[in-house]
Nanobody, 124 residues
Framework: QVQLVESGGGLVQAGGSLRLSCAASGRTFSRYAMAWFRQAPGKEREFVAAITWSGDSTYYADSVRGRFTISKNNAKNTVYLQMNSLKPEDTAVYYC?????????????????WGQGTQVTVSS
């Protein structure tokens, strides 16, 4: 099993920044992807960003590219999401996830482990 614990969410004004963290513990894998998804009230869970095990490849949703940056610290088993220039439409619960066998990196149902989520609220 893998345990994922997110932190760093909160309330911020439009144009502000937040950094989310996701600490992983438990089983380790040689190849995997870690990602952030988000879900706003009444909407489906959507892909935000992902990073592969080596950190060499990153992926972003069009809606956040240029504003958000995903990174990882292997020594701390932690993945981060730096969110800049936040907009009210970024308001959602943000979830960290791990995909053990990298397949469709933007597809939520392919992910094997999920955190409990952290709320991000952006006021206008």
């Amino acid at each position: 099993q893998v345990q994922l614990v997110e932190s760093g969410g909160g309330l911020v004004q439009a144009g502000g920044s937040l950094r989310l963290s996701c600490a992983a513990s438990g089983r380790t894998f040689s190849r995997y992807a870690m990602a952030w998804f988000r879900q706003a009230p009444g909407k489906e869970r959507e892909f935000v960003a992902a990073i592969t095990w080596s950190g060499d490849s990153t992926y972003y949703a069009d809606s956040v590219r240029g504003r958000f940056t995903i990174s990882k610290n292997n020594a701390k088993n932690t993945v981060y999401l730096q969110m800049n220039s936040l907009k009210p439409e970024d308001t959602a619960v943000y979830y960290c996830a791990v995909e053990v066998a990298v397949r469709r990196i933007r597809v939520a149902i392919d992910y094997d482990y999920w955190g409990q989520g952290t709320q991000v609220t952006v006021s206008s």
